[in-house]
């Protein structure tokens, strides 16, 4: 695992169930890690990319979900089939670890997309979740009152100034990694 890619994954969708809502856009930032003597791996940015995914059932939605997402039609004009989207993004993760902030969600989602379009997963089957290693790192702070995306930004001093757009919180998760990696005082 040491010598894999990570892959920092964000997906934004239509609800919270990965059987009833679709998967909309995918955000990943593809970073190689760098041994450091005693200090954990640098990290270093190789790629990034996002691709928004056409929805087919906007019926089935939670407003609340397309809310929160900004979701307005218009700015899915360019979106591609799930299946097309699958194909993309599983060669340009191949081999890497899946990283996410709340990694259950975003990976439910990936993994059921890759089982409806048949679409093979190539990436390597560790994940890692950065509210996971936040909790853990970051329990005993009494400053540090959630785990959320938003919080860990405020309190590392990340910015992320499209909240809720794949990409932009697949880079804000990408930073606060590297923050809860680096920071030998947590």
């Not at 190789?46 to 928004?52: Q, W």
């Not at 996410?100 to 059921?112: C, Q």
């Amino acid at each position: 695992m040491k010598t894999h890619n990570l892959a920092f994954i964000d997906v934004e969708t239509t609800g919270l169930d990965p059987d009833r809502h679709e998967l909309i856009e995918i955000g990943c930032v593809l970073a190689r890690q760098i041994a450091q003597e005693g200090k954990g791996p640098a990290l270093l940015m190789l790629d990034e990319f996002e691709c928004k995914i056409m929805p087919e059932h906007l019926e089935t939605a939670d407003p609340e979900s397309l809310a929160i997402i900004g979701f307005k039609k218009e700015n899915w004009a360019d979106a591609i089939p799930l299946a097309e989207a699958m194909e993309k993004f599983s060669e340009r993760v191949r081999g890497a670890s899946f990283v996410a902030h709340n990694a259950f969600f975003d990976y439910a989602f990936i993994e059921h997309a890759f089982k409806k379009t048949g679409v093979k997963n190539f990436m390597h089957y560790h994940r890692l979740d950065t509210v996971s290693i936040a909790f853990a790192k970051l329990y005993d702070k009494t400053e540090v009152e959630k785990f959320s995306l938003r919080f860990l930004c405020e309190y590392f001093g990340v910015e992320n100034k499209n909240a809720h757009t794949a990409l932009s919180d697949a880079r804000a998760t990408f930073e606060v990694y590297k923050r809860l990696m680096t920071d030998n005082d947590n």
